[in-house]
């Protein structure tokens, strides 16, 4: 047989061997990367039209109103006269604060 046919068979079949981990990965993007951006985006834009008076619930579980809106953080009233300076990162929106 020739040898350079069988150089050219031995290429071709290294590269197939690396077909399934490109689709793997493909499929990963696909499914697993690209929505988790998409939500990460979608919470974020939520957060950034975040406005003092609207319920909020915290990381922690704790349930609020926004006072206050600073650059990095929201000042919360949790209770009567019991405000607490909470990370932008850690704030979620109920779903009644969209209902106003």
Same mark, same amino acid.
């Given at each position: 047989?020739?040898?350079? @046919? @069988?150089?050219?068979?031995?290429?071709?079949?290294?590269?197939?061997?690396?077909?399934? %981990?490109?689709?793997? *990965?493909?499929?990963?993007?696909?499914?697993?990367? !690209?929505?988790?951006?998409? !939500?990460?985006?979608? *919470?974020?834009?939520?957060?950034?039209? @975040?406005?003092?008076?609207? !319920?909020? *619930?915290?990381?922690?579980? %704790?349930?609020?109103? %926004?006072?206050?809106?600073?650059? !990095?953080?929201? *000042?919360?009233?949790?209770?009567?006269?019991?405000?607490?300076? %909470?990370?932008?990162?850690?704030?979620?929106?109920?779903?009644?604060?969209?209902?106003?």
């Amino acid at each position: 047989m020739n040898p350079i @046919l @069988l150089q050219a068979a031995g290429a071709q079949s290294s590269w197939m061997s690396f077909l399934p %981990i490109i689709a793997i *990965v493909v499929v990963f993007y696909f499914f697993m990367i !690209r929505p988790q951006q998409k !939500r990460q985006k979608e *919470v974020e834009q939520k957060r950034n039209a @975040l406005k003092a008076g609207d !319920r909020v *619930v915290t990381s922690g579980g %704790i349930y609020g109103t %926004i006072k206050h809106v600073n650059e !990095r953080d929201f *000042v919360i009233e949790i209770a009567d006269n019991v405000r607490v300076s %909470i990370d932008k990162n850690s704030v979620f929106a109920t779903e009644d604060s969209s209902k106003k």
